[in-house]
Structures are given as structure tokens and as C-alpha cells.
């Protein structure tokens, strides 16, 4: 399944964004949604992640400022980021896996996810 993402741009430290994810042409989200994202030069790291029921899980680095949710009568996730920092920037990806995961570490792992979106660039200047 092929997932779009947007939303992404260019602002300030200290501003706020939303991401959108969304899956053109289907009629229900996977169970699992995650958001992960590549700075240049470095690993592709998760970011957050939303169960079916709603569960959210999130990075240390995000905790307290971005939250991610899903409006599935829209078939859209969403991935907000308050105050964001120059260190968030990087491209930003939505995935999504079919699965109903029971254990916490696998919401954070990138091949948990079968589906990804092409990618958003975010980028936050100081």
C-alpha cells in the first residue's frame, strides 16, 4: 500500500507543524501507523507511532512536544509538532503495518512497517 505524506516546510524554532498521511484510494488505514524520519547523514530513526485503539508510543527526543493521532472516519494520520528544534529537521516518513502489535520495541522498529510514504521534508531553522 502506497501512503502519502505532507504537510512538511520550512519554519522556525519554537513553531509548530502538522504532518498528514494518508492512503489515496483505500478505504481503511493499517492498524499500526508510525512516523519516522532521516536527518542527512544519519540513520532513519522512529519518531511515534498509533495503534488502531489509539495507543500512542513515542521517541524520547519528541516526548512532551510532538503528538501523533489518527482520524480513521478519514483515513489520515497525523503526526503534530510543537516547538520544534533545528535537530528535527530531517525527512519525514509515514508507515503502516497491518499488525496488531503486543509488544512496546515493535512499534519502534522500521521493519515492523510494510507500507511507506514517499517522505515530507522538514526543515526548522534556528
Known amino acids: 500500500v502506497q501512503l502519502q505524506a505532507s504537510g512538511g516546510g520550512l519554519v522556525q524554532a519554537g513553531e509548530s507543524l502538522r504532518l498528514s498521511c494518508g492512503a489515496p484510494g483505500r478505504t481503511l488505514l493499517s492498524n499500526t501507523m508510525g512516523w519516522f524520519r532521516q536527518a542527512p547523514g544519519k540513520e532513519r530513526e522512529f519518531v511515534a507511532a498509533v495503534a488502531h485503539s489509539g495507543g500512542e508510543y513515542y521517541a524520547d527526543s519528541v516526548q512532551g512536544r510532538f503528538t501523533v493521532s489518527r482520524d480513521n472516519s478519514k483515513n489520515t494520520v497525523y503526526l503534530q509538532m510543537n516547538n520544534v528544534k533545528p535537530e528535527d529537521t530531517a525527512v519525514y516518513y509515514c508507515?503502516?503495518?497491518?499488525?496488531?502489535?503486543?509488544?512496546?520495541?515493535?512499534?519502534?522498529?522500521?521493519?515492523?512497517?510494510?507500507?511507506w510514504g514517499q517522505g515530507t521534508q522538514v526543515t526548522v531553522s534556528s
Open positions: 508507515a503502516g503495518s497491518p499488525r496488531i502489535y503486543t509488544k512496546r520495541n515493535s512499534y519502534y522498529q522500521s521493519s515492523s512497517y510494510a507500507s
